[in-house]
């Protein structure tokens, strides 16, 4: 059974950094293409960042050079290093297992992480 | 970016009645179209994919058609589990984009 867990969210400073983490069973992180997608407070839903299985990163406009994704492949697991954090930036934070065909889709969710940047 | 549009906002059914919600995007996204089922507190669920492939496991009630700039997803005979908030996604170009989401109530 595929199974995903975040962690890491809470409550942080403007300008302050957090890590979060996602914890995959069911399935190899490695061996998928993997995503970061945020949904703030009331709103819909905005696709993050990708890392695809070759190590392949990119990202939304609205976080680039301030957000890094990566894996950890002994421990199965995906992370979102964020930095230079905004108020827009408070969301809850899912990871998703990714399907490539053209962009991307979203087959499996965690259940999310929120991450509240307010001073 | 592609702009994707759901329509209506909001639409109340009631149980064993269909529901038609719409998609439209910008511009073309030939079949490349999800969508996604949202119950409060939980996260999204693939329900749809290439506009008319229902995902593992989606009952066939689920439904989706339409390519190009229009979609849309029918749910017959709504069961009480199917009230939720309901996104539409494409994945034609770069960056993937969401519609707004039509929230489904009674």
């Known amino acids: 059974e595929v199974q995903l867990v975040e962690s890491g969210g809470g409550l942080v400073q403007p300008g302050g950094s957090l890590r979060l983490s996602c914890a995959a069973s069911g399935f190899t992180v490695s061996s998928n293409y993997m995503s970061w997608v945020r949904q703030a407070p009331g709103k819909g839903l905005e696709w993050v960042s990708v890392?695809?299985?070759?190590?392949?990163?990119y990202y939304a406009d609205s976080v680039r050079g301030r957000f890094t994704i990566s894996r950890d492949n002994s421990q199965n697991t995906l992370y979102l290093q964020m930095s230079s954090l905004r108020a827009e930036d408070t969301a809850v934070y899912y990871c998703?297992?990714?399907?490539?065909?053209?962009?991307?889709?979203?087959?499996?969710w965690g259940q999310g992480t929120l991450v509240t940047v307010s001073s | 970016e592609i702009v994707m549009t759901q329509s209506p906002a909001t639409l109340s059914v009631s149980p064993g009645e269909s529901a038609t919600l719409s998609c439209r995007a910008s511009q073309s996204v030939s079949s490349n179209l999800a969508w996604y089922q949202q119950k409060p507190g939980q996260a999204p669920r693939l329900l749809i994919y290439?506009?008319?492939t229902r995902a593992t496991g989606i009952p066939a009630r689920f439904s989706g058609s339409g390519s190009g700039t229009e979609c849309t997803l029918t749910i017959s005979s709504l069961q009480s589990e199917d009230f939720a908030v309901y996104y539409c996604?494409?994945?034609?170009?770069?960056?993937?984009?969401f519609g707004q989401g039509t929230k489904v109530e009674i």
């Open positions: 290439g506009a008319s």
């Open positions: 890392i695809y299985s070759g190590g392949s990163t």
């Open positions: 996604q494409q994945y034609s170009n770069w960056p993937p984009t």
């Open positions: 998703a297992r990714t399907l490539y065909s053209g962009t991307y889709y979203f087959d499996y």
